[in-house]
């Protein structure tokens, strides 16, 4: 008897009973959720939510895993260093649930927007690529699909971003708003980071988690972004809670503005007051000047 003949949808969720409902079972199982970027965040989240027994999913990603994804995407082993992540992630999904239903698209998937997000109205942004990224929150704005995604912090953090709610580059002011996103800059892009990183520092105690010196070096593009597991599986969590969530119809406390979750503290921290945001940004765009010195 092969494991795939012992496999049973029923079985996998039994122990899923006391914190959904019956119907919300079928709901989840139901249930269609959009993520692009299947590494580090999109792979944690992508796992916990086929696990709860998600039942279809499209994933996109252009990139292969590499020796240096071990440290936190949850499908990267020795077995699939090399190979396509979407690939590789599809295989490892259907080792888990074998009827789980499964499209996978690489480069081309934001071309293909207007094909995928029609049917898929909660989208997980577990991708870095800072252009890609504008078009897909253009896009879901246009279909009505909610994306659910984090900040680029060495705290986790997760923002759920409804149709209707502003776009980061609107609400975080970007210099993109009336660019394609094909065309923008690399002095736009770098402008895009500044801002996100501002607002990280102002309303999270991010600044105190990471080194000055590595944040210095990323900022001078000299360095890769750094990432460590817990906090990267953590975001992808967070994210998967809020995926169920709105598959489910259940509310949520968190926005368009996000939550940040201290690990080191046990404490969530929200977006600050106008007055100590205020005051706080002072500080941190004198720090952020310094690190981009």
């Given at each position: 008897m092969t494991a795939r003949s012992t496999f049973s949808y029923e079985e996998l969720v039994t122990r899923n009973a006391g914190f959904v409902t019956p119907a919300e079972q079928t709901l989840l199982r139901e249930g269609r959720v959009f993520v692009c970027g299947v590494g580090g965040m999109g792979g944690a989240a992508l796992q916990s939510l086929v696990r709860a027994g998600v039942g279809h999913f499209t994933l996109a990603d252009m990139d292969s895993f590499e020796v240096s994804n071990l440290n936190r995407q949850?499908?990267?082993?020795?077995?699939?260093?090399?190979?396509?992540?979407?690939?590789?992630?599809?295989?490892?999904?259907?080792?888990?649930?074998?009827?789980?239903?499964?499209?996978?698209?690489?480069?081309?998937?934001?071309?293909?927007l207007d094909d995928i997000l029609p049917t898929h109205r909660v989208v997980v942004n577990g991708m870095d690529d800072l252009a890609a990224g504008i078009a897909l929150y253009r896009k879901a704005r246009e279909h009505g699909a909610t994306v659910i995604d984090a900040y680029t912090a060495p705290l986790p953090s997760v923002t759920v971003v409804h149709p209707t709610a502003p776009r980061p580059e609107e609400r975080l002011g970007y210099p993109t708003r009336d660019t394609d996103w094909r065309a923008i800059t690399p002095a736009q892009a770098a402008a895009c980071k500044a801002a996100e990183a501002l607002y990280v520092a102002v309303h999270s105690s991010s600044a105190s988690y990471i080194d000055h010196a590595v944040a210095a070096g990323l900022f001078a593009g000299t360095r890769a972004r750094p990432s460590f597991a817990p906090m990267v599986i953590e975001t992808g969590t967070l994210m998967a809670f809020e995926a169920v969530k709105l598959l489910l119809g259940r509310s949520s406390g968190v926005d368009h503005r996000g939550v940040f979750f201290n690990p080191w503290t046990m404490a969530v921290e929200r977006p600050r007051s106008a007055p100590v945001a205020w005051l706080r940004e002072r500080v941190a765009r004198r720090l952020l000047a310094r690190m981009t010195a």
């Open positions: 949850l499908f990267a082993t020795l077995d699939t260093v090399g190979q396509p992540k979407v690939e590789a992630t599809r295989a490892g999904l259907l080792r888990i649930n074998p009827d789980v239903a499964l499209a996978a698209f690489g480069a081309e998937w934001v071309d293909r």
